[in-house]
């Protein structure tokens, strides 16, 4: 990578940091991916019968391993643990006495049932960072509903202003909730873990994709406390800012930034409609967003005169902030994209080959890293519950017990 820190070599931000992951599908494996990444030893705690449910979901590389389990649950471990008994709940507190974070989405209610929830692991580490991630909080009406990407979306109000207006509603075409659960996770773990490291007092933190995803509604939110006006969707357009959109050009289209002055007039010379900056319509951003759908007409009469890498190369020329609308091919094919090192491949034991997307936070002193394939379900259940004190004795008889199963490879 030109520029950027090699970081084989180089010491790794969380060495040292145990995390015990309890989560599956999303929000929660995202977190604990981002923490790996950085260096954290992060054991996937597993169900046994299938484990984490990601395994199965979307395109297989193998009749086991989902594409969408394998993109998500690089360097980390696995073990499986069988909460249903006993011996399995043992193991899990013993192995909570030398870690320092757990993460767990489990339904309100069902690890205090287990013996594992914050309290009782409290009892035995009284510095652990104990994270929970839920559809709605563990607390008020909706506490024990259980919560999925999509309904976040919908209920935080997502939804009612994506899409085209006149059009059946859509979601994000990526799981924001979801996803944003699993950042602020990672916000709360480390902001709890530098108090502990201050204070040296672990404690409890929880998350909801609700939450998370209200959050993000930041421009509509604002506009409804300052006027009380119901934000709607309004396609590529922004809701502050004018022209700041998708634009149709001879063969496509082209996305385009103007929010301020100096860029509008920019952006309105490139295009040649000079004549545009002094109408009194189109004379400040207050009336551009007024008059939206006609500035987005009359732009539209000169773009789709020519292409879109024509116009690219113009407004790159002109100083105006523009790009390209790529889809995944096109992506994981840009020069900007290979430059930054945003595409890792590893080798998984059973899949293969496998791409994975790599490190957007650069740290250039300590700097993330890739080396471990998401693990096969088991694989690192000996090796991890040995580093815990138990005998291949002791093993063999949780084995024989069910509580707990391994994949020897």
């Given at each position: 990578?030109?520029?950027?820190?090699?970081?084989?070599g180089?010491?790794?931000?969380?060495?040292?940091?145990?995390?015990?992951?309890?989560?599956?599908?999303?929000?929660?494996?995202?977190?604990?991916?981002l923490?790996?990444?950085?260096g954290?030893?992060?054991?996937k705690?597993?169900?046994?019968n299938?484990?984490?449910?990601?395994?199965?979901?979307?395109?297989?590389?193998?009749?086991?391993?989902?594409?969408?389990?394998?993109?998500?649950?690089?360097?980390?471990?696995?073990?499986?643990?069988?909460?249903?008994d006993?011996?399995?709940?043992?193991?899990?507190?013993?192995?909570?006495?030398?870690?320092?974070?757990?993460?767990?989405n489990?339904?309100?209610?069902?690890?205090?049932?287990l013996?594992?929830?914050?309290e009782?692991?409290?009892?035995?580490?009284?510095?652990?960072?104990?994270?929970?991630?839920?559809?709605?909080?563990?607390?008020?009406?909706?506490a024990?509903?259980?919560?999925?990407?999509?309904i976040?979306?919908?209920?935080s109000?997502?939804m009612?202003?994506?899409?085209?207006p006149g059009?059946?509603?859509?979601?994000?075409?990526?799981?924001?909730?979801?996803?944003?659960?699993?950042?602020?996770?990672?916000?709360?773990?480390?902001?709890a873990?530098?108090?502990?490291?201050?204070?040296?007092?672990?404690?409890y933190?929880?998350?909801?994709?609700?939450?998370?995803a209200?959050?993000?509604?930041?421009?509509?939110s604002?506009?409804?406390?300052a006027?009380?006006?119901?934000?709607?969707?309004l396609?590529?357009?922004?809701?502050?800012?004018?022209?700041?959109?998708?634009?149709?050009?001879?063969?496509?289209?082209?996305?385009?930034?103007?929010?301020?002055?100096?860029?509008?007039?920019?952006?309105?010379?490139?295009?040649g409609c000079e004549?545009l900056?002094?109408?009194?319509?189109?004379?400040?951003?207050?009336?551009?967003?007024?008059?939206?759908?006609?500035?987005?007409?009359e732009?539209?009469?000169?773009?789709?005169k020519?292409?879109?890498?024509?116009?690219?190369?113009?407004?790159?020329?002109a100083?105006?902030?523009?790009?390209?609308?790529?889809?995944?091919?096109?992506?994981?094919?840009?020069?900007?994209?290979?430059d930054?090192?945003?595409e890792?491949?590893l080798?998984?034991?059973?899949?293969?080959a496998?791409?994975?997307?790599?490190v957007?936070?650069?740290?250039?002193?300590?700097?993330?890293?890739i080396?471990?394939?998401a693990?096969?379900?088991?694989?690192?259940?000996?090796?991890?519950?040995?580093?815990?004190g138990?005998?291949?004795?002791?093993?063999?008889?949780?084995?024989?017990?069910?509580a707990i199963?391994?994949?020897?490879?």
């Open positions: 990578m030109k520029n950027l820190p090699n970081p084989f180089m010491p790794e931000a969380l060495d040292g940091v145990r995390v015990l992951d309890c989560s599956q599908i999303l929000a929660g494996p995202f977190c604990s991916m923490l790996a990444d950085m954290a030893d992060v054991i705690i597993e169900k046994p299938g484990g984490d449910d990601t395994r199965r979901m979307g395109p297989p590389f193998i009749d086991t391993e989902s594409a969408a389990f394998l993109a998500m649950n690089r360097n980390k471990r696995s073990i499986v643990l069988n909460f249903k006993p011996l399995g709940v043992e193991a899990m507190k013993r192995l909570v006495s030398s870690a320092d974070i757990i993460i767990e489990y339904r309100t209610g069902v690890m205090d049932r013996g594992l929830g914050y009782d692991l409290k009892a035995i580490n009284p510095g652990i960072i104990y994270c929970s991630i839920s559809g709605f909080g563990r607390t008020g009406p909706y024990n509903r259980g919560g999925y990407d999509l976040a979306q919908a209920m109000g997502i009612s202003f994506t899409g085209v059009m059946p509603p859509v979601k994000a075409g990526v799981p924001i909730a979801d996803m944003n659960a699993g950042m602020f996770s990672v916000y709360g773990i480390l902001t873990y530098i108090n502990k490291l201050k204070t040296g007092q672990g404690q933190l929880e998350i909801s994709l609700l939450e998370a209200l959050a993000y509604t930041v421009w509509e604002a506009g409804y406390f006027t009380g006006e119901v934000a709607g969707p396609g590529s357009s922004h809701r502050n800012s004018a022209p700041y959109q998708a634009l149709a050009t001879s063969d496509g289209y082209i996305v385009v930034g103007a929010p301020n002055q100096p860029n509008w007039e920019r952006l309105a010379k490139a295009f004549e900056i002094s109408r009194q319509e189109y004379k400040d951003n207050s009336g551009r967003l007024i008059n939206r759908e006609k500035l987005e007409t732009l539209e009469i000169a773009t789709r020519k292409s879109t890498d024509e116009w690219l190369d113009i407004l790159e020329k100083g105006v902030p523009a790009g390209p609308i790529l889809n995944m091919e096109q992506i994981w094919n840009d020069p900007q994209i290979l930054r090192g945003m890792t491949v080798e998984h034991p059973t899949a293969g496998i791409k994975n997307i790599g957007a936070a650069k740290l250039y002193s300590t700097p993330g890293r080396t471990r394939p693990p096969v379900l088991g694989q690192h259940t000996r090796e991890v519950l040995l580093d815990a138990y005998t291949t004795t002791q093993i063999d008889a949780l084995i024989e017990s069910d199963s391994t994949k020897d490879m």
